[in-house]
């Protein structure tokens, strides 16, 4: 066993000490040490309640014979960390999440791991760390939120709550009614109800094969999430046991398998930020490229709250991530002979999955469009590519041409579309928010919720190298790469340029010429940091472009 190394032998005795001091016994050293990594902490409320799904956890352990040892992992709540200086500490805490739990599990030489993570950074830092260490590990996650349902019985969530601040700022909602929404949005613990960016990674977790079939839909409230969680920690003994590790369930095909299910879920466009760092951590490289062939053959099965008005409860009920699989294996579109944490192939887990609900989870033969949520989009404003959710895109705005109004920040984007400068028609470009630039790369789901909220969903787009929350509907194009900061052509977008979006074809094009392009950039000048010290400044000299997974190298 790994805890061999500091449990074994004369040469450690000085070791065990320290563990006779944890209080632990002989005979709980002499079964394998499995590190519980909880995520729980009383400032997010997709994480309040990990403290009891870690204790559900370590009692399958101790059922399954093994010595459960709890160690915390960091989160941020995005939406709390929303709109201000915050945000800029979202995205970076992935790669602190991965390193610090590196330290932990080396410094202490554990078994196994059981991760339980939950919201947006957590989930894919944790599943770094799992494929950079390599050793037997499963995940457990805390679960989604319940949706919320308004004083007349509409059923709301985070994202309506964004929308709302813009509908109060367009005069179309009282203080009454925002207050509505702000007390019933988020009516219980859990990652928010939607298909956001939490949820989205929860269920590719399931789906890449690292966790047990409900991971990704099983609501947090629900006692069904505690017996998930001891579930989940009875099956890290026979991972352990089996020596079933990380690297033989997230194969190259385990991550084929895990866009097609983000296809048809129609997840957050941070996936495509998350599964290409995940996978480098794994020895496998994807590149944004192969997310439109994907998408090209993957049809669209889940319209979930912000694409529609189903919530991650609806799913759960329906059959969850294994029932979307089970519809899209009916054409192939999965290699089922992926290994999984269950110790058993893909399609022994399916074989007796059943689509419940066709309403929630549409059949193959009637999708809600033949390719998949996602799509990537190419052209001279971003050679290397940027991503849209184009499965919640107003059909009016799959196409899209337009003025561009260019701001610098955030901040100057959201203070104009408050003063209703923002007319239809209009390309809203929100630039040096990227990877560096930001630097962390902000999301922008506040200009996109006043957007939406004010009536301009359906006739104005917005394009950044920053990135939108999984809440963010409508023409919102992100992660335009090379990004501002790095020289990128957003970079010399200048008022009033015609920009053109043709999200069916895959396209978009600053209308300028080559020439002068050439002109401008000659002219232009970087400009300073925005954050000189301190984790900021040292991640934005690290990270790599957003096309490459925000990695740090």
Known sequence: MFSDQIKKGVERTPNRSLLYALGLTDEELSRPIVGIVSSHNEIVPGHMHLDKIAEAVKAGVRAAGGTPIMFPAIAVCDGIAMGHVGMKYSLVTRDLIADSTEAMVMAHQFD?????????????????????????????????????????????????MFEAVGAYHAGKLDETGVADYTENACPSCGSCSGMYTANSMNCLTEAIGMALAGNGTVPAPYSARIRLAKRAGMQIMELIHKNIRPRDIMTEA????????????????????????????????????MSNA?????????????????????????????????????????NTSVMTVTGKTLAENLAQV???????????????????GIAVLKGNLAPDGCVVKQSAVAPEMMRHEGPARVFDSEEDAIGAIYAGEIKAGDVVVIRYEGPKGGPGMREMLNPTSAICGMGLGESVALITDGRFSGATRGASIGHVSPEAAAGGNIALVEEGDIIAIDITACKIELKVSDEELAARRAAWVCPAPKVTTGYLARYAKLVSSADKGAILN
């Open 112 to 160: 196994g791991l059981v991760m339980i993570p939950n919201c947006d950074k957590n989930v894919p830092g944790l599943l770094m760390a799992a494929a950079r260490l390599n050793i037997p590990t499963i995940f457990c996650s805390g679960g989604p939120m319940l949706a919320g349902r308004l004083e007349d019985g509409r059923r709301t969530c985070l994202s309506h």
């Open 254 to 289: 385990a991550f084929h398998n895990a866009e097609t299910v983000d296809m048809a879920l129609g997840c957050s466009t941070n996936t495509m930020l998350h599964l290409p760092a995940i996978a480098h951590e794994a020895g496998v490289e994807i590149s944004l490229d």
């Open 294 to 334: 994907i998408s090209a053959k993957t049809p669209n099965l889940c319209h979930l709250a912000p694409a529609g008005d189903t919530f991650m409860e609806d799913l759960d009920r329906a059959g969850g991530v294994a029932a979307v699989m089970k519809e899209l294996c009916k054409q192939n579109l999965l």
């Open 354 to 372: 059943t689509n419940r609900d066709t309403n929630i989870i549409r059949p193959l033969e009637n999708p809600y469009s033949k390719s998949g």
